[in-house]
């Protein structure tokens, strides 16, 4: 709306506002007493996620949301957006789901918006070539009064990607490598670009799971520039503009690539082939190696003696056939309709280890039903995993599903904090075919060897 | 918001690198709805065991750390998940600044909007605070310099409107909704 100058950060107009039960109702009540209105409900959406349960008793069975507090929460952004006439896709609405998984879903993540949320994984819509990222809840009530919000240019990073990813190596394979090579802050201060052969060869789900993690190597946002690939999956969305529109959108779109030699502040090199399955073993998403490799020896570093002693893992040994106790496929890094494929591609016809408990929750309802009408559910279910309602779920421990103290899971969520997935909870990231190979054998697992 | 001055307070040091925002408040604390309280779990499983009996060995629970405003951190503090109840905890706890010598973007942004103040120095000085906990430091955002009891002055980088609305006690929501006809024409233009 306005640019920057040196006094004042630029006024940057939102076009898409993401909201749901965790970040916003101090924001609402920033609203309320300062007797303010939300400017523009239209360009507002709300779901609930992150705190809402995903067992179906408690979404559509009418039985009591277990955590009283997440139940107020949840009776609170209803209230609210009844209030402020933001449109909800409430509880047992067929179109709720994770707001990073729905808001693509649905075709209102579009190329060249600026999409906000109070959620850090919000930099999963730069997919779609916008610039998404995650604010905090005091802009989520400058968003909801005004619209616009206070922000410096940020700086430009270039991960450049070239060449074919193997079999068995997926798209988070290919972020969790990345974000090993930039380290965890090597992004801060910075929107990424990923660019090159192997980036414009991933499907947009791929996409949303390697944009998803940028916030993982501290980058706000990260994005791809929009192609044939993108319009095609946003062109049947409901809410895609449609007829004479999404030909004007499209021409539109067709604008905004980089040009060709552009320059960016910082540059990464990727070799698309030397990738291979990975895994973390320790405490932040950077902590990582592949499934071939083995845990780091600690020698004098304190910050990989203290990941060890949390993980509990012996220095040195290969990270292949660590026990596992619980797999999680799920959150918004990796629900979406492929991860659950891949994930059950390998389940088909084999059980999951005794003694291991695997929960299933895909990314939305919409999602679900799609998986349910593929059969992938009776997969899920006849290996021995639970199959639930979609949610953040086991992603970060505050919805009832949680990882129990000093238990291994291996996770396709995005963050291995420590306690991330519940108190002293010991967390490994990977890709869907990785967490579904290791809940088959009960141990970490190369999915190479069960494709 | 009450104008941020110049204050004088002892340091405590977590010379932990990469302190995430869910060590910070982990999650099982966010069904919340009010922004009050959240101090009582600032750094909740660090601070107790698993049966609540606060840890001898963390520095929040020790006695010296008793009134200290400034807490020093090893780098890229603060990173992870975007929750504002982060600085919120730190605040209610009694912190007004956090020293490293990187912050993370969405943590230090929501700092600045609740008066906590994210101050980055360079690694000699990080290096020399984490090694002198208990320190006494007087923090001047006007002059944005830090200074030392050995007489030593750092100076440390604040964006030039948060600095403004900081000092002045300018709410950044007042001053967007004072842009309001040029949002209005903008949104015709669109």
Sequence with gaps: MAAETAATPAVLYIDLHLIHEVTSPQAFTLLRERALSVRRADLTLATMDHSTPTRTSQVFGGAPIAIESAARQIRELEANCAQFGVELLGLTSEQRGIVHIIGPDLGLTQPGKTIVCGDSHTSTHGAVGALAFGIGTTEVAHVLATQCLLQRKPRTLAVEVEGTLGAGVTAKDLILAIIGRLGVAGGIGHVIEYRGSTIRALDMDERMTVCNMSIEAGARAGMVAPDETTYAYLAPRPRAPQGDAWEQAVGDWRTLPSDAGARYDRELRLDAAAIEPMITWGTNPGMVVPVTGSIPRQGSDAVIARALQYMGLEPGAPIRDQPVNVVFIGSCTNARLSDLRSAAAVLRGRRIARGLTMLVVPGSQQVKRQAEAEGLDRVFLEAGAEWRESGCSMCLGMNGDTVPRGEYAVSTSNRNFEGRQGAGARTLLASPLTAAASAVRGRVTDPRELL | ?190
Excluded at chain 2, 37 to 43: C, E, K, R, S, T
Excluded at chain 2, 47 to 75: H, K, M, Q, T, W
Excluded at chain 2, 77 to 92: I, K, N, Q, T, V
Excluded at chain 2, 147 to 164: K, M
């Design chain 2, 1 to 190: 918001m009450e104008p941020f001055t110049t204050f004088t307070s002892r340091t405590v040091a977590l010379p932990a690198t990469n302190i995430d925002t869910d060590q910070i408040i982990p999650a099982r604390f966010l069904t919340t709805t009010t922004r009050a309280g959240l101090g009582a779990h600032l750094f909740e499983d660090w601070r107790y065991d698993e049966r609540g009996a606060p840890r001898a060995d963390f520095v929040l629970n020790r006695p010296e750390s008793a009134g200290c405003r400034i807490l020093v951190a090893g780098r890229n503090f603060g990173c992870g998940s975007s929750r504002e109840h982060a600085p919120w905890a730190l605040l209610d706890h009694g912190f007004r600044a956090v020293v490293s010598t990187e912050i993370a973007d969405i943590f230090r942004n929501n700092s600045l909007k609740n008066g906590l103040l994210p101050v980055i120095v360079d690694e000699p000085t990080s290096a020399w605070l984490l090694g002198h906990p208990g320190t006494e430091l007087t923090i001047d955002l006007a002059t944005t310099t830090l200074s030392l009891p050995t007489g030593g002055r750092v100076s440390f980088p604040v964006e030039a409107f948060a600095q403004h609305c900081l000092l002045n006690g300018v709410d950044e929501l007042g001053y967007l909704l004072s842009r309001t006809r040029e949002i209005e024409a903008f949104e015709r233009r669109a």
